[in-house]
């Protein structure tokens, strides 16, 4: 039996991630993991909202710095698009938009220290990247007629903001409320290094093991997403985003001796800055590459290519759940309620919190990773597989499942499995701050050892290797046929 | 003088040819029917046209060109967009000046759209849509007409109506039409147009229905 090149795709990656779970390193390392998972969840369902009054303060200062940094980066993105067909443009969004939130906010805590700046920009500048991507791909598809039949003459603008935008508004404000949600996890976990959003407290409650703290802080975390078609009015819009920057709280002030410092000494690597000549600087490259980067790469590429098997098949296990061609009304709202949970949370403080319960190892970030993004996928095709129509005498349960959906499905689930692709490994690369020892592991190492020279150049080379994921899975894609909208 | 002058000109798609080579000259207050059978070339000869125009064109096109977002009122408004500053459109995006409403208004009422003022092109019908393509070639004010098929969703009565508005409006106009005793009754000079070359061209007297009608 020949195989279609989809399920051959498939089968490639399964094998791969089978090789690479051969020689990952999976294991619980913890005396007690399920007491303290038990503990967790204890915590979940008891979770203490009057505990501090902080609670409100990392909810707000969340919400701040999400509006900020998403307004700014969109309208950067906005004004980038316009000049998009510029190669160096491109270039310059895709290398932004490579570097995750969580390194920008480590490069900028180094010389605006613990400045609102430095949260606002951390999100802003990636965001810029993809906006400008996305504004632009847009752009692109609006019916080109009406600015053709413009009285010559017209202005510039006059034509843009009446043949162009109005075709791409709908899509544009859809994207960017999506993105202002997506926003809103990456200002969470800014908090993890440092900045006062929730992950900060949320780091806090657990280090103390105060379970009813962190439950309610999560629980506040879902409640702010799920009720956003509800706050999020387009009328008040122009007021939250004037009123977040005065909400970001003062931090600390910026020391500009620091930021001249960073960039004039700090990031300039050790062999120029003590004049050790061509073959020092020879020696500390090879010795970087061999020692953190190789290895770095190895475990990032590892870990990335079983989170993203284990998302398909979380993906493929979970869309029936919220099908409308499987179960009764219960079933599907406890569906729902598991994906929106597993897509609302970070996949920084799902692995965070399974790290804390089963100790340092690959298992928590696979098991995280593929519970976000699991959730997304597995939401958006049970989405899709409610809108097939089955004929009135379709096969039931299993059946229905595999002969009747799976094979309608199949194409847009591989098509958004590798869009996820290189998020998955940005993502991965990140969690490396928590331990594991991926690119990110050696990132903040070296940011810990007050070496920036080599943190630049490993976060180079992460941003490089994201680009190279992005290129294979657009080629991949391609090969196969497969289409899709941007969803995160 | 001519309005609009072709000479020796051809159209391509794909590297095959699809009209011409051929030469037509419009003089000033003339009224051209195109007539012939889908696909001899009537929209690419009226593109044709477009292309080599001078100065000011209303054009009609078969897929009218609407912006579906926007209102019936804003679509209108754009045949003139070059008229005002930048600033006055933008305004207009956010809130029409009365200017521009007492313009609109009577073309509106003409068309029967009155009461579609401010709804979304999207949800209008197709007949709908043509009107409103037809309003904002009225409203652009210029000299020339260009317009393909501009009643073909529209019913009898109203037909004649668009018809009467479009050819009195417009000191010249070039009409593609399937509809033959439409064009004899609102044009006076037939073009027919029969594997992308011109197979007839007479003034309308000279013509009887089933001489056209050879055509197709």
């Not at chain 2, 012939?36 to 477009?50: D, E, F, V, W």
């Amino acid at each position: 039996m020949s195989l279609t090149p989809t399920v051959r795709v498939s089968l490639l990656f399964f094998a791969i991630a089978l090789a690479s779970l051969a020689v990952a390193d999976i294991a619980i390392t913890t005396a007690n993991p399920w007491r303290d998972l038990g503990r967790f969840f204890m915590g979940l369902a008891t979770p203490d909202f009057f505990s501090t009054d902080s609670l409100g303060t990392a909810i707000l200062r969340t919400v701040a710095f999400a509006f900020t940094g998403v307004a700014l980066g969109s309208l950067s993105g906005f004004i980038l698009a316009l000049v998009y067909r510029f190669r160096l443009v491109r270039t310059l969004c895709a290398f932004i938009r490579a570097i995750h939130e969580l390194f920008w906010a480590l490069i900028f805590l180094q010389f605006f220290g613990f400045h609102p700046l430095t949260g606002v920009l951390a999100i802003a500048i990636p965001y810029a990247g993809i906006f400008a991507k996305v504004y632009s791909e847009i752009l692109d598809e609006a019916d080109p007629e009406p600015r053709r039949l413009l009285p010559l003459g017209t202005g510039v603008i006059s034509a843009f903001l009446y043949a162009r935008i109005p075709d791409c508004w709908d899509q544009i404000r859809t994207y960017t409320a999506y993105r202002l949600e997506c926003g809103l996890r990456s200002s969470a976990i800014l908090g993890f290094v440092g900045l006062p959003t929730i992950g900060f407290y949320l780091e806090s409650s657990f280090s103390q093991s105060h379970y009813s703290e962190a439950g309610a802080l999560l629980i506040l975390f879902y409640v702010l997403i799920a009720t956003m078609p509800w706050w999020l009015r387009p009328k008040l819009l122009p007021l939250y985003v004037g009123a977040a920057p005065f909400f970001l709280g003062d931090g600390l002030p910026i020391v500009w001796g620091n930021v001249t410092r960073f960039f004039t000494e700090d990031i300039v690597p050790s062999p120029i800055r003590n004049d050790e000549g061509l073959s020092g600087l020879a020696a500390w490259f090879s010795d970087l590459m061999v020692n953190e980067a190789l290895p770095g790469i190895w475990n990032t590429v590892i870990l990335t290519q079983i989170a993203l098997v284990f998302t398909g098949l979380l993906a493929l296990l979970a869309f029936p759940l919220i099908s409308q061609h499987f179960g009764g009304p219960v079933r599907r709202a406890s569906g729902n309620l598991f994906l929106v949970i597993a897509r609302s949370t970070p996949e920084y403080i799902l692995a965070y919190i399974l790290l804390q319960l089963w100790g340092p190892s690959m298992l928590p970030a696979v098991v995280a990773l593929a519970l976000h993004n699991g959730g997304i996928i597995g939401h958006l095709i049970g989405r899709q597989s409610s809108g097939i129509k089955l004929r009135a005498d379709a096969s039931h349960g299993v059946n229905r499942y595999a002969f009747e959906l799976v094979p309608r499905v199949y194409r847009s689930f591989l098509a958004f499995l590798f869009y996820r692709w290189e998020i998955i490994m940005r993502e991965t690369a990140i969690l490396g701050i928590l331990g594991i020892a991926t690119l990110g592991f050696y990132i903040d190492s070296a940011i810990q050892e007050i070496r920036f020279d080599r943190a630049m150049v490993l976060i180079l080379i992460t941003a490089l290797l994201n680009i190279g994921i992005d290129a294979l899975s657009r080629y991949i894609r391609r090969k196969l046929a497969l289409q899709t909208m941007p969803t995160c | 003088m001519s309005a609009l002058q072709l000479k020796d000109t051809s159209a391509a798609f794909k590297g095959k040819r699809v009209l011409g080579p051929l030469s037509l000259s419009v003089g000033k207050g003339e009224k051209i029917a195109l007539v012939g059978g889908s696909g001899a070339g009537k929209s690419t000869l009226i593109r044709l046209l477009y292309q080599h125009a001078q100065g000011r064109v209303a054009l009609v096109p078969q897929d009218l060109g609407l912006v579906q977002s926007l209102s019936v009122f804003h679509n209108i408004f754009m045949g003139r967009l070059n008229e005002h500053p930048t600033w006055y459109n933008l305004a207009t995006l956010v809130k029409p000046f009365q200017r521009e409403r007492n313009d609109i208004g009577p073309w509106l009422e003409k068309l029967g759209m009155t009461e579609k003022q401010w709804t979304a092109v999207a949800s209008l019908s197709g007949g709908q849509r043509q009107r409103v393509a037809v309003a904002r070639a009225l409203y652009s004010h210029a000299p020339v007409l260009l317009a393909d098929e501009p009643v073909s969703a529209l019913d009898g009565p109203l037909a004649h109506t668009v018809m009467g508005l479009l050819t009195d409006s417009f000191e010249t106009s070039v009409i593609a039409l399937h509809d033959v005793q439409l064009a004899l009754k609102y044009c006076n000079r037939i073009v027919g147009i029969a594997e992308g070359q011109i197979a007839l061209d007479e003034a309308r007297e000279r013509l009887t229905e089933t001489d056209i009608l050879q055509l197709y």
